[in-house]
């Protein structure tokens, strides 16, 4: 698991070695258990920018995912702090926030995870039972344990790398098709490739873990071949439509 308050062996802020991941965007504790369960998932991404999920559904799907063996994630839809502790108090090892453009961003995003002296976040673990711990112990644990990742998505996040990779996160986390459309770059053409690479450096010169959204398991081979830490490797919605359009694809007479 990713959670460093499981006391594995973990390098570069918290994350081991090729860590694979997948994105769960429907609200169902069924699905991500399935996916939890898949043998090499270690983290499991709670989408609830894009996905159909909401902070009424963290909860179960925290314990759903954590219950399974791997670590559960959220990505939140804003820099909001308030979204943040719903999301952490819910027991997600760590949270995901999107168009981390800027270090000033950053540095509000991290405080916002962080109980003080450290941060701001207000106290109340009430339901963090994903997290393994509850209460004192858990305040004791976690502004150490929890994951803060954030989204480079954004030529101005490019810009701003080397500072944003030193604002106190454990990992940054590439939305490539984000970045190749707010570049007005082709996606996977020279341009979009150098940004991508330049992110990948700046992250481990800082000592942290980089990451990046890719949708299939060769796409995820070729980015821990690169030097990635934390892949995604497929999303609930796409497996669903790839797999029935597979098997429909054998049926003669179909249309």
Partial sequence: MLKRLGGLGLSRGGVLARAAGAWLTLPSTAIAQTIARTPGISWVLIDAEHGLITDHHFYDLNNAVAASGASPLIRIPADEPWMIKRALDSGAHGIMVPMANTPELVRKVVAACKYPP????????????????????????????????????????????????RE??????IGPFDLAVSMGAEFGGAAHEAAIARILEETHRAGKVAGIFCLTGEQAERRFAQGFDMVSVATDIDTLADGFGAALSKVSGVQ
């Fill in 118 to 165: 450290v941060g701001i976040r207000g106290y109340g673990p009430m339901f963090t039972h994903a997290a393994g711990a509850l209460n004192a112990a858990y305040k004791d644990a976690a502004n150490d344990a929890v994951l803060v990742t954030v989204q480079i998505e954004h030529p101005d996040a490019v810009a701003q790398i080397a500072a944003i990779v």
């Fill in 168 to 173: 106190g996160i454990d990992a940054t986390f």
